[in-house]
């Protein structure tokens, strides 16, 4: 987060000051990202970028705090993430196959995402998303963007109760995989 700085960096990135809007892109990315994969892995940086999209369009007629920042930027990606899910169900598609019937085409694996597999990170965001859809959404709002219970519960449509509710019954869930030996981070 970036603390006492993030009104002035605010100001310029409305002004259309390039490097204060990558500072705020760089400060929320990840987060975002980590949120979007366990809701979805295999569109994640596609509705990230049409998030993206979506702040700068919105960014000249934000007010407010980081963490509104936060709560606004979280709640367009739901959003996306949403019309994404829409546009999928109205217009489905399947994967192709290979010609002459060979399954995998002779590519291997793209190192990048062997190495990325590796890491801690990516196997505890592994683990939260085989949680139940809400408690996983909840986890990752709380915990990776550091929103606070009643902005989660804004952006989920639940009440305050339900998430936290759903955060304990997920870490507590969380805890006993970890625990049985059921995952190495």
């Not at 367009?76 to 196959?97: E, F, K, M, Y």
């Not at 085409?105 to 592994?126: H, I, Q, Y």
Request: no cysteine.
């Amino acid at each position: 987060m970036l603390g006492a700085g993030f009104a002035t960096v605010l100001r310029a990135a409305q002004q259309g000051d390039e490097e204060a809007f990558a500072t705020l892109w760089r400060d929320a990315n990840p987060a975002l990202l980590r949120y979007l994969k366990v809701l979805d892995s295999q569109t994640a940086e596609d509705v990230a970028a049409e998030t993206w999209l979506s702040v700068i369009g919105g960014l000249g007629s934000f007010s407010g705090d980081e963490l509104a920042w936060r709560a606004w930027v979280f709640t367009i990606a739901r959003r996306r993430r949403t019309d994404d899910l829409r546009r999928r169900l109205r217009q489905p598609s399947g994967p192709l196959g290979w010609p002459h019937g060979d399954e995998r085409g002779g590519v291997t694996p793209d190192a990048a995402e062997e190495a990325l597999g590796r890491l801690d990170t990516r196997a505890a965001v592994e683990l939260v998303a085989t949680l139940p859809p809400l408690q996983a959404e909840v986890i990752m709002l709380r915990v990776v963007a550091g929103l606070p219970v009643e902005t989660v519960a804004g952006i989920v449509g639940r009440s305050p109760g339900a998430v936290r509710v759903a955060a304990h019954r997920g870490l507590r869930t969380l805890a006993r995989v970890v625990a049985s030996g059921g995952v190495t981070l």
